[in-house]
C-alpha cells in the first residue's frame, strides 16, 4: 500500500513561512495531479493549490501571492511554499497525488499561524 509522507509543517507567528513537502513510500504512474488540501476544525476540506501533469497550477483565491506550489516529477514529490503566513491559514494540510486509477492522500500535517 503507498503512503504519502508529509513533513514541514509546524507553528509559526504570523508573517512567518513555512515549506510543506510529500512524496509517496514508493513509486507512483501515471500521475494526472498533484495537490494540497487543507481542513480547519469544524469545516470541511478545501483545495489549497494543485499542479497538473503539464505543470499548469491552481490555487485557492485565500492564497494567491503567497503560496506557492511545485512538483519533482522525479522524485513523484510535491511542495507547498507558504510565505505571509496568517492565523485563518491554521488547518491540516493534507497532500493529494491524483492517478489514472487511484487517488492518494497523506495522514495530514499542522500548520499553525499564531497572531
Known amino acids: 500500500q503507498v503512503q504519502l509522507m508529509e513533513s514541514g509543517g509546524g507553528l509559526v507567528h504570523a508573517g512567518g513561512s513555512l515549506r510543506l513537502s510529500c512524496a509517496p513510500s514508493?513509486?507512483?504512474?501515471?500521475?494526472?495531479?498533484m495537490g494540497w488540501y487543507r481542513q480547519a476544525p469544524g469545516k470541511q476540506r478545501d483545495l489549497v493549490a494543485t499542479?497538473?501533469?503539464?505543470?499548469?497550477?491552481n490555487y485557492a483565491d485565500s492564497v494567491k501571492g503567497r503560496f506557492a506550489i511545485s512538483r519533482d516529477s522525479a522524485k513523484n514529490t510535491v511542495y507547498l511554499q507558504m510565505n505571509s503566513l496568517k492565523p485563518e491559514d491554521t488547518a491540516v494540510y493534507y497532500c493529494?497525488?491524483?492517478?489514472?486509477?487511484?487517488?492518494?492522500w497523506g495522514q495530514g500535517t499542522q500548520v499553525t499561524a499564531s497572531s
Open positions: 499542479i497538473t501533469a503539464g505543470g499548469g497550477t
Open positions: 514508493e513509486r507512483i504512474f501515471s500521475i494526472d495531479a
Open positions: 493529494n497525488i491524483h492517478a489514472v486509477n487511484y487517488n492518494y
